[in-house]
């Protein structure tokens, strides 16, 4: 066995109904007037399917294109790479290649991580092309060949539920473009007017002469044509989708199922190297020496490694030898300054940060809001806390590299193709176009596999030691928990007044915690102000508005940063902003003596789309109708990657403490919606992922290092533990907004009301554990 050491240096309303443990064969999809809304287009959706698993850069290269660039069938893979087009498939543009069985094979830039952005964009190419839903094939550009045709798919990086609301608009006319081309085409084979042609689901029909032909059969002409200006394209009505717009089943169902879709995780290569990866457990720390002769014995150990300045890797032939290798090596680590911190040293720097002045910036100064709150009738006052939240991937960071001085490459689960690509060539020190990435399905993402490539740039130094050998990086559970980009802690000092008659009059809103843009985008960060963390609580619409309209208010934010890394995670800062102002308009509602759905809606007449979603949410859950004995109920609304989102929350609190979570309700408009059932899905994905982190979610730091590791000390919500959720669309077809993290901001609060309702106490810290409830 050798032994090596090498250190290197992100209105129309549709209705859905999900109710957990409900069986069915498949979905059911009903079109009738709802009778709770007359005038609405009701869409129930049963997706049982998804009943059994509910619980369980910078870039280098030119200039933009909007994916019309045409290649002919004899762009064949060259030793780069670069075109995917087999011999007899067409390119009509960039986004779709027409194969002779009239299969239309359609380009997905984005990652596919479980969220649907695949079947959803193909769903948006397939109703502007015009092809058969049935005949429907995708596959994923490589970052590689889109820097080789000049970003001609744009970016790739998936986050912020954008997959589909930054890219719609040129993806839709990169289709409509094949559209047009493939009618031009069949109308200079029949030497007639393209406006006397129509098509449907791929064939061609020219009434006149009753002649018919296929996409398949025009594709190699039209790939030849100059393709029109994409300006000059009017995209179809979304009112009037076909295929876009329903609830079209997902096309990677079948594969995930039967076992045949491969993740990164499942790749095997003849001579391939397995690489387990220890870091210091401090983060910041440094890695001392190695004992690599203890277990250079071992079978299947092939090699130990200095990966960088504060991690180490074993080789071996499988995975588990590396690993079981790897937890016998003796290691001498230097732990550091940051030895010496604690969740408990983290807090009261935190504590200091909503009281010390100097430090902090104000960042929205609307009237006098400590005057108006000095002199008000009633004062409230309340501090909330929420922790650390690592991502828990169900496949833990990990890829594939093979480095030789001539060429890289990676098989990558990523959410930024683009940020894989860069790190692949920054850690090789090959250039980009000696580099490629082949993106793979991610087994959860959530944020973590964003801008944050550490794993891609570590198996990439193990791989530069092995020339021409395949290295399978893979974390193990525990350095996955270890050493994850964490969801920052925080705390929140909420301050307001209230007049004689129970009216608002002045809040002040000061945030004390770990700042996600001075950890991995400073450049963000100007004057030293960072709006990011303010998320939320923003004046400007469209993104991130605050709904309610205060007379005095005051929002400012104290950046208390720590040692431990933090990135985003699902939701990022809307999901502890929602928290603490959801939460607080509560005690404030408690405080006057009014109902919170009232209380919320006196504030939020000035906003007219953030109390739309509002009221849908209460009259989806029957706000007004009295509750069982023993019943309570919580709201909240808030606003997030440019949607309007609400729910309302059903609980019970037994004597012991125990709370069951039986039913939600949500209302959402994300002002399209390109597929009702994943849109629910998603929605569905929120409320699991939001009451995992409500009830059981936190790493704490004890002598620097994070301390908890597994599933055992690290819970995520078991099925029994899912609520029913009731979901309402309200598509307003004015604007894209996103779906896969608008909802969770406003899962927690809605329960936490609930609790609050159902004790008399609010819950001010998180997680509920800390706060002696179980669950039912």
């Known amino acids: 066995m050798n032994t090596l050491q090498k250190t290197n240096s992100t209105s129309q309303t549709l209705s859905v109904r999900s109710e957990l443990g409900e069986g069915s064969d498949g979905i059911a999809v009903k079109l009738s007037p709802s009778a709770a809304a007359p005038g609405r287009t009701e869409v129930r959706v049963n997706p049982s399917r998804r009943h059994f698993i509910v619980g369980s850069a910078a870039i280098a290269g030119g200039g933009f294109a909007l994916g019309f660039a045409a290649l002919t069938s004899s762009s064949t893979a060259d030793a780069q790479g670069l075109a995917m087009v087999a011999p007899g498939d067409f390119e009509v543009t960039a986004w779709v290649v027409i194969k002779p069985d009239d299969t239309c094979v359609i380009r997905i830039a984005r990652s596919e991580m479980g969220q649907g952005t695949r079947t959803g964009l193909a769903q948006l190419v397939t109703e502007e092309l015009d092809c058969d839903w049935a005949k429907v094939a995708t596959e994923y550009p490589s970052p590689g060949q889109s820097f080789a045709r000049k970003r001609v798919w744009g970016e790739m990086s998936t986050g912020g539920s954008r997959g589909i609301r930054i890219s719609e608009d040129y993806v839709r006319r990169g289709a409509a473009a094949a559209r047009i081309m493939l009618l031009q085409a069949a109308g200079e084979e029949w030497k007639v007017p393209v406006t006397e042609l129509t098509v449907a689901k791929g064939v061609i029909t020219h009434a006149a002469s009753k002649r018919t032909t296929s996409y398949g059969k025009v594709a190699a002409a039209a790939s030849k044509l100059t393709p029109p200006d994409p300006k000059s394209i009017t995209l179809k009505n979304p ?38 990866i220890k870091a210091c457990p401090v ?86 809001a400590m005057k108006a709150i000095n002199g008000a009738a009633k004062k409230i006052e309340a501090i909330y806390t929420t922790p650390f939240l690592s991502h828990a991937c169900m496949e833990p960071m990990g890829c594939t590299v093979r480095y030789t001085p001539e060429r890289a490459e990676a098989w990558v689960p990523t959410q930024n193709g683009e940020a894989s690509h860069t790190s692949l060539s920054e850690s090789s020190g090959l250039p980009l176009d000696k580099c490629e990435i082949y993106k793979m399905d991610l087994g959860g993402g959530f944020g973590r596999r964003g801008g944050t490539q550490d794993y891609v740039q570590q198996a990439t130094a193990i791989a530069k030691l092995f020339p021409g050998t395949h290295i399978k990086l893979l974390w193990s559970r525990e350095e996955d928990q270890a050493h994850d980009f964490y969801r920052p802690i925080s705390q929140a000092k909420m301050t307001a007044g209230l007049d004689a008659n129970g009216e608002l009059v002045g809040m002040h809103v000061r945030i004390s915690g770990q700042s996600i843009n001075a950890w991995n985008n400073p450049l963000a960060i100007k004057d030293g102000k960072d709006e990011r963390q303010m998320q939320g609580f923003w004046q400007q619409p469209h993104d991130a508005q605050w709904g309610y309209s205060v007379p005095n208010l005051l929002t400012e934010y104290a950046m208390r940063n720590t040692h431990v890394p933090v990135g985003p995670w699902r939701g990022v800062n809307t999901n502890q902003n929602g928290v603490y102002s959801e939460c607080f308009m509560d005690e404030c509602a408690k405080a006057a003596g009014k109902d919170p759905l009232e209380f919320r809606r006196v504030l939020m007449k000035n906003h007219p789309k953030h109390l739309a979603v509002l009221n849908a949410a209460a009259e989806r859950f029957d706000w007004n109708k009295p509750l069982a004995p023993g019943r309570h109920k919580g709201i909240a609304q808030f606003m997030g990657y440019a949607s309007y989102s609400a729910a309302a929350a059903e609980i019970s609190v037994s004597p012991k403490g125990e709370i069951k979570v039986h039913r939600m309700a949500f209302a959402l408009n994300s002002g399209h919606v390109v597929n009702p059932d994943q849109v629910a899905a998603q929605i569905e994905g929120s409320v699991a992922f939001a009451l995992s982190a409500m009830y059981y979610g936190e790493v704490t730091v004890e002598n620097g290092r994070m301390k908890e590791l597994n599933f055992d000390s690290y819970r995520l919500l078991k099925l029994a533990e899912m609520p029913k959720v009731d979901t309402v669309l309200v598509p307003t077809f004015d604007f894209w907004g996103g779906v896969g993290e608008p909802t969770i901001c406003v899962v927690g609060p809605a329960v936490l009301n609930a609790v609050f309702a159902a004790t008399g106490k609010p819950i001010r810290n998180l997680p509920l554990k800390n706060e002696g409830y179980t669950f039912a």
């Open 239 to 276: 009112r009037e989708w076909k295929v876009a717009g329903q609830s079209m089943r997902r096309l990677d169902t079948k594969s995930k199922l039967d076992g045949s879709l491969k993740y990164a995780a499942d790749l095997r290569f003849d001579g391939m190297l397995c690489a387990a």
């Open 283 to 368: 983060h910041g720390g440094k890695l001392v020496s190695f004992d690599a002769a203890k277990i250079a014995g071992m079978r299947g150990v092939k090699a130990t490694v200095r990966v960088n300045e504060g991690t180490v890797a074993v080789l071996a032939d499988t995975w588990w030898r590396a690993k079981t290798a790897l937890d016998k090596l003796p290691i001498v680590w230097d732990e550091g300054e940051y030895a010496k911190a604690s969740s408990a040293t983290i807090a009261e720097s935190l504590k200091a940060g909503l009281t010390e002045t100097g430090g902090q910036y104000a960042g929205r100064v609307e009237g006098d």
